[in-house]
């Protein structure tokens, strides 16, 4: 439009290029744009997902008010600014109360952290069922892609964990661990000996050939492993394994 104006000899085109710059940069940044807006003036947490996380997310029913409103806040905000799609043989949107579910675990996780959403860690690609990948051609039931800012479910596993959290490994904050120690490398996180492997069987209930099916590889990261123990059985976690508690917990800037 603009070389057609000026080739023609019509020079008040030069001031289509302002509008059209600052709708580029309007839709470049929207997302940014849309999340410094409803920091300034948040919209009241959505009842039907309060009822949900009242019933089915533990870490919800035990915060005090001031928690769960800092919660509420920053979960209305991380489900604003995080794209969640369901594949199949097409990509459609996932309905609110699945992406709260999957979006709770990581806003808990980082609820004592300054950066909860995580750094650019913004995709979420839920399957029905366990899934290949590029990267991994296998079936498996988590996947987080750092240099893709991606994260992928099984939500076959994820739900059966919520629902049953003493049968089924937890693969949301499994995920969301590794999201979180790859954006705070400067975190001082503690480093686990392989024989706390046992210990970690003691408060699951699961042996490491379990954990590792249940997420559907042959090995896993010790310190994920532990991450994801600590905010699913806290108690129990504290129990078996106080010291690590207390530096999980600094690390992470707070107790589950």
């Known amino acids: 439009m603009l070389y057609y104006g000026w080739s023609s000899g019509n020079h008040l085109s030069v001031y289509i290029v302002i509008p ?16 410094w807006w409803l920091t300034k003036y948040p919209v009241p947490f959505d009842p039907k997902l309060k009822e949900w996380l009242s019933k089915h997310f533990p870490p919800y029913q035990t915060m005090d008010d001031d928690l769960r409103h800092r919660f509420e806040y920053r979960l209305g905000l991380y489900l604003n600014g995080r794209l969640f799609q ?3 043989k097409e990509m459609r949107d996932v309905p609110e109360d699945i992406k709260c579910m999957v979006a709770a675990h990581g806003v808990n ?36 892609d750092t240099e893709d800012g991606v994260i992928i479910l099984s939500m076959e596993q994820l739900v059966n964990a919520v629902i049953k959290p003493d049968l089924y490994y937890n693969t949301a904050y499994h995920a969301y661990a590794d999201a979180v120690m790859y954006v705070n490398k400067k975190t001082d996180f503690p480093v686990f000996p392989e024989y706390t492997w046992t210990d970690l069987e003691n408060i699951s209930g ?9 997420a559907g590889f042959e090995n896993l990261p ?5 991450a ?5 059985f806290p108690e129990k976690y504290k129990m078996q ?3 690590y508690y207390d ?10």
Not at 206 to 214: L, N, T, V
Not at 228 to 232: A, K, N, Q
Request: hydrophobic share 45%; aromatic share 14%; glycine share 4%.
């Open 228 to 232: 994801t123990l600590f905010f699913t």
């Open 109 to 144: 996780m980082t609820l004592g952290m300054e950066d909860y959403l995580i750094g650019d860690i913004d995709r979420f690609f839920l399957y029905k069922h366990p899934f290949p990948s590029p990267k991994f051609p296998f079936l498996h039931n988590v996947e987080t």
């Open 20 to 35: 059209v710059a600052l709708l580029v940069a309007l839709y470049t940044f929207h997302g940014v744009i849309d999340h």
């Open 86 to 88: 369901s594949v199949g």
């Open 247 to 256: 530096r999980l917990s600094l690390a992470f800037n707070r107790k589950p």
């Open 206 to 214: 699961w042996d490491k050939a379990s954990i590792c099916r249940q």
């Open 241 to 243: 394994l106080p010291e």
């Open 222 to 226: 010790l310190l994920i492993v532990h």
